[in-house]
Nanobody, 120 residues
Framework: QVEMVESGGGSVQAGGSLRLSCAGS????????MGWFRQAPGKEREFVAA????????IYADSVKGRFTISRDDAKNMVYLQMDSLKPEDTAVYYC?????????????WGQGTQVTVSS
C-alpha cells in the first residue's frame, strides 16, 4: 500500500510557473517508475510525464514537452513536476501516479490530486 499527497497547485496567469510535489508514504518510491497525469473538466485523464526508477529516463506528453520537467528524490520519497510557461489549456487536476512508465501503463496507485488553474 502506498499513499501519495500532491501539493503546489494553485492559480497562475499564463506564462507563469508552478512546482508540484508528490509526497509518498508506505511503500517507497525507489525501484518504481513514477509519473504525473491530469484531468481537465469534461475530459478524460491524460498522461503528462513519467520518470523511470533510476531517474535516468523521462518521457513527456507532446503538449508539455519543453515546458514541464519531472524529477524525483527517492531519499525523501518525493516526485516533482516543474511547470513553466503555463498555458490556459494546462488547467486541470494533476495526479501523482505510482508505477507508471508512460501513457500506456496504468498506475497501481494515485494521489488525491491538486488543482492547477491558468488564466489568460
Amino acid at each position: 500500500q502506498v499513499e501519495m499527497v500532491e501539493s503546489g497547485g494553485g492559480s497562475v496567469q499564463a506564462g507563469g510557473s508552478l512546482r508540484l510535489s508528490c509526497a509518498g508514504s508506505g511503500r517507497t518510491f525507489s525501484n518504481y517508475d513514477m509519473g504525473w497525469f491530469r484531468q481537465a473538466p469534461g475530459k478524460e485523464r491524460e498522461f503528462v510525464a513519467a520518470i523511470n526508477w533510476s531517474g535516468g529516463n523521462t518521457i513527456y506528453a507532446d503538449s508539455v514537452k519543453g515546458r514541464f520537467t519531472i524529477s524525483r528524490d527517492d531519499a525523501k520519497n518525493m516526485v516533482y513536476l516543474q511547470m513553466d510557461s503555463l498555458k490556459p489549456e494546462d488547467t486541470a487536476v494533476y495526479y501523482c501516479a505510482h508505477n507508471t512508465a508512460g501513457p500506456a501503463t496504468i498506475p497501481d496507485y494515485w494521489g488525491q490530486g491538486t488543482q492547477v488553474t491558468v488564466s489568460s
